[in-house]
């Protein structure tokens, strides 16, 4: 099975702060990586699918990059509405493994 | 606007069976690979099985294999997923998302849209 090593697993910022989150796949899943939040008390939701490919109606402040096994999903000046938890995940293989999870907080 | 709604959760004690459901609404859902993903109380996200957009192809977490049997009746718009012999570990909300590809030849393209899940609680 891959793994899929999400890091840091919490992490506090100021509104207004780049974020970096980071993905490392233990093996090669070309671009089929997903970025999801998921807002506390609410359902999960694709952010960028590709590696790199916003959804339509999610900030430009989300970007994401990678390929290969190693992925980073940015947040380009965090908003309070960013708070949450973030999870990547492999689609290239079965079974669909989930990272771990990012708790994005405010300092 | 596409839309998922599950159902089917509930208490139930460990050995029993359930069927989860899911309706579909707002997309052509035979066109959708449909997955089935659960998160237990205050972890994170666990996939769980994943059905191609015909019903031919179907792929399991090692964690379910053999328990778990997901299906889908595309004259219903609908998606089940099948437990048996329940466990205390199974314990958690069960989501119904789709794929935004067919699912087919085990290529998959992301989980688009999602229910609000259902919830399992597996006690003695």
């Known amino acids: 099975d891959i793994q899929m090593a999400q890091s840091p697993s919490s992490l506090s910022a100021s509104l207004g702060d780049r974020v970096t989150i980071t993905c490392r796949a233990s093996?090669?899943?070309?671009?089929?990586l997903g970025w999801y939040q998921q807002k506390p008390g609410e359902v999960p939701k694709l952010l960028i699918s590709a590696a790199g490919n916003l959804q339509s109606g999610v900030p430009s402040r989300f970007s994401g990059s990678g390929s290969g096994t190693e992925f980073t999903l940015t947040i380009s000046g965090l908003r309070p509405e960013d708070i949450g938890t973030y999870f990547c995940?492999?689609?290239?293989?079965?079974?669909?493994?989930f990272g771990r999870g990012t708790k994005v907080e405010l300092k | 606007q596409a839309q998922l709604e599950e159902s089917g959760g509930g208490a139930v004690q460990p050995g029993t069976s359930l069927r989860l459901s899911c309706v579909a609404s707002g997309f052509t859902f035979s066109d959708s690979g449909m997955h089935w993903v659960r998160q237990a109380p205050g972890k994170g996200l666990e996939w769980v099985a994943v059905v191609s957009h015909d019903g031919t192809e179907k792929y399991y977490a090692d964690s379910v294999q053999g328990r778990f049997s997901v299906f889908r009746d595309n004259s219903r718009n609908s998606l089940y997923l099948q437990i048996n012999s329940l466990r205390p570990e199974d314990t958690a909300v069960f989501y119904c998302a789709k794929d935004r590809g067919a699912g087919l030849t085990g290529y998959f393209y992301g989980l688009d849209v999602w229910g609000q899940g259902t919830t399992v609680f597996v006690s003695s």
């Open positions: 093996q090669d899943i070309r671009n089929y």
């Open positions: 995940q492999n689609y290239r293989l079965v079974p669909l493994t």
